[in-house]
């Protein structure tokens, strides 16, 4: 017996919205009751799994390579138990994707992370109006107590909504709440256009709720006013401006815009590193990105140390093992990330792994941008407007990757890897159809 449609579609949304705003749960019902909650979706999922008879197997080959690797690092982790709890952790994530692509169509999926994402939303201004008018004082989380004085990063809202700062929300961070409306924007964005294309289609949003949500996050994006996410902002517009001019030319014409896309992403890297302290006066940043660059010279220096094979995976840095433990605490704030997702997999699983995952999101970003442009006979199940959003969301990823390690961890790895299987299987269909034209 089968799940109900629209009860997968409920399950992803909510565990869509726990790997997004996982400090929701956490702040709310400490730590113990975020984990009988992960532990219930994981054992939701399993019975998913097994109703539906989904094959973990048919995943793209460098997908299975890296997640082999991962795994195989344990035998040479420096902390062999920590990166057992890591590596658990990501291949359960990544099975939940695996799941979430054979059960759910793309109509699906965008319908899920809608739903995610304007919960968040609305409940983090919600949150943040409650703590500015009636509690009037930065609020820690629950089921905690820290001695003052304490950093302003452990507080779950520091009370800035009529005070001119930045908001956290419900996710208890600002860059984090950026990302997830720079997600709901995509995905909003998506469904208002299906609306005009495909109006019957399920996953298409009526004008005036796309609209207005698309205003909330676009007010939370200038509320939390992340840096970070407004460049990533930039590459998902370039990348649909690329993806809209290549479906209306063919063979080397296309070939030719995808070259120029190509260069003049090289040439604004080469700008941004040149010009990059007139750049970060723009956007209001020091010029050592925020302690960016503290991070990445004391990564750079432990991955120098182990350079082939890295430190073993351990996905979030481990807080009680070494070198994690001191390796980066900035005004007494103990960093769990590379703030750079390349730096992180060198760190963890050396240049070797470094590879894999580079084949790995090469191999995906044709597929995606194959998928965004083309559609192959039999294919009327992905209006045009609903292919957009997979090649959107990569984009972002991969941007936000740069100055984020999320691309690896919890909403990041889910969404990458459903991206690469779900590339994948429209591949084969394509192939299929092709065969039998």
């Given at each position: 017996?089968?799940?109900?449609?629209?009860?997968?579609?409920?399950?992803?949304?909510?565990?869509?919205?726990?790997?997004?705003?996982?400090?929701?749960?956490?702040?709310?019902?400490?730590?113990?009751?975020?984990?009988?909650?992960?532990?219930?979706?994981?054992?939701?999922?399993?019975?998913?799994?097994?109703?539906?008879?989904?094959?973990?197997?048919?995943?793209?080959?460098?997908?299975?390579?890296?997640?082999?690797?991962?795994?195989?690092?344990?035998?040479?982790?420096?902390?062999?138990?920590?990166?057992?709890?890591?590596?658990?952790?990501?291949?359960?994530?990544?099975?939940?994707?695996?799941?979430?692509?054979?059960?759910?169509?793309?109509?699906?999926?965008?319908?899920?992370?809608?739903?995610?994402?304007?919960?968040?939303?609305?409940?983090?201004?919600?949150?943040?109006?409650?703590?500015?008018?009636?509690?009037?004082?930065?609020?820690?989380?629950?089921?905690?107590?820290?001695?003052?004085p304490y950093p302003a990063a452990f507080n779950w809202s520091r009370n800035a909504l009529l005070e001119g700062g930045r908001i956290q929300g419900i996710t208890g961070n600002a860059n984090l709440l950026a990302f997830v409306a720079l997600v709901a924007l995509i995905v909003l964005a998506v469904q208002w256009r299906l609306r005009q294309t495909d109006p019957g289609h399920e996953?298409?949003?009526?004008?005036?709720?796309?609209?207005?949500?698309?205003?909330?996050?676009?007010?939370?994006?200038?509320?939390?006013?992340?840096?970070?996410?407004?460049?990533?902002?930039?590459?998902?517009?370039?990348?649909?401006?690329?993806?809209?001019?290549?479906?209306?030319?063919?063979?080397?014409?296309?070939?030719?815009?995808?070259?120029?896309?190509?260069?003049?992403?090289?040439?604004?890297?080469?700008?941004?590193?040149?010009?990059?302290?007139?750049?970060?006066?723009?956007?209001?940043?020091?010029?050592?990105?925020?302690?960016?660059?503290?991070?990445?010279?004391?990564?750079?220096?432990?991955?120098?140390?182990?350079?082939?094979?890295?430190?073993?995976?351990?996905?979030?840095?481990?807080?009680?093992?070494?070198?994690?433990?001191?390796?980066?605490?900035?005004?007494?704030?103990?960093?769990?990330?590379?703030?750079?997702?390349?730096?992180?997999?060198?760190?963890?699983?050396?240049?070797?792994?470094?590879?894999?995952?580079?084949?790995?999101?090469?191999?995906?970003?044709?597929?995606?941008?194959?998928?965004?442009?083309?559609?192959?006979?039999?294919?009327?199940?992905?209006?045009?407007?609903?292919?957009?959003?997979?090649?959107?969301?990569?984009?972002?990823?991969?941007?936000?990757?740069?100055?984020?390690?999320?691309?690896?961890?919890?909403?990041?790895?889910?969404?990458?890897?459903?991206?690469?299987?779900?590339?994948?299987?429209?591949?084969?269909?394509?192939?299929?159809?092709?065969?039998?034209?």
């Amino acid at each position: 017996m089968s799940w109900p449609r629209e009860r997968r579609v409920a399950l992803a949304g909510l565990t869509l919205f726990t790997l997004l705003a996982g400090d929701a749960w956490r702040y709310s019902l400490s730590w113990y009751g975020w984990g009988a909650l992960t532990a219930l979706l994981g054992v939701a999922w399993l019975v998913v799994a097994v109703r539906e008879r989904v094959d973990l197997r048919r995943v793209p080959v460098a997908l299975g390579a890296v997640a082999g690797f991962l795994t195989l690092s344990i035998a040479w982790s420096a902390y062999p138990g920590a990166s057992a709890i890591g590596v658990v952790v990501t291949v359960i994530t990544g099975a939940v994707a695996i799941t979430m692509t054979q059960v759910l169509t793309l109509g699906d999926l965008v319908r899920a992370l809608s739903a995610a994402t304007r919960w968040i939303l609305g409940l983090s201004l919600i949150f943040e109006l409650i703590v500015a008018t009636l509690v009037r004082q930065p609020l820690l989380p629950f089921w905690t107590s820290y001695e003052e004085p304490y950093p302003a990063a452990f507080n779950w809202s520091r009370n800035a909504l009529l005070e001119g700062g930045r908001i956290q929300g419900i996710t208890g961070n600002a860059n984090l709440l950026a990302f997830v409306a720079l997600v709901a924007l995509i995905v909003l964005a998506v469904q208002w256009r299906l609306r005009q294309t495909d109006p019957g289609h399920e996953a298409s949003l009526r004008r005036p709720a796309a609209l207005g949500w698309i205003a909330i996050a676009l007010g939370v994006l200038v509320l939390t006013r992340s840096a970070t996410v407004l460049i990533a902002g930039v590459g998902v517009v370039f990348v649909l401006g690329v993806v809209l001019l290549a479906r209306r030319r063919t063979g080397r014409a296309r070939l030719a815009i995808y070259g120029a896309a190509v260069a003049i992403m090289a040439a604004v890297a080469t700008v941004a590193v040149l010009l990059r302290d007139t750049l970060l006066d723009l956007v209001g940043r020091s010029d050592d990105l925020t302690g960016r660059l503290d991070i990445w010279s004391a990564v750079i220096g432990l991955a120098q140390e182990r350079p082939w094979f890295g430190w073993g995976w351990v996905s979030y840095w481990a807080p009680w093992v070494e070198p994690f433990d001191d390796l980066v605490v900035i005004r007494g704030v103990t960093y769990l990330q590379a703030h750079n997702a390349w730096l992180d997999v060198w760190l963890q699983l050396g240049i070797l792994g470094l590879i894999l995952v580079a084949v790995l999101v090469l191999t995906t970003v044709a597929r995606t941008v194959a998928w965004a442009v083309d559609a192959p006979r039999g294919d009327a199940l992905d209006p045009a407007a609903l292919r957009l959003a997979p090649v959107l969301l990569l984009a972002m990823l991969l941007v936000h990757s740069l100055a984020e390690s999320r691309l690896l961890i919890e909403a990041g790895l889910l969404l990458l890897v459903w991206i690469a299987v779900a590339s994948r299987r429209h591949e084969l269909r394509w192939r299929r159809a092709e065969a039998t034209s």
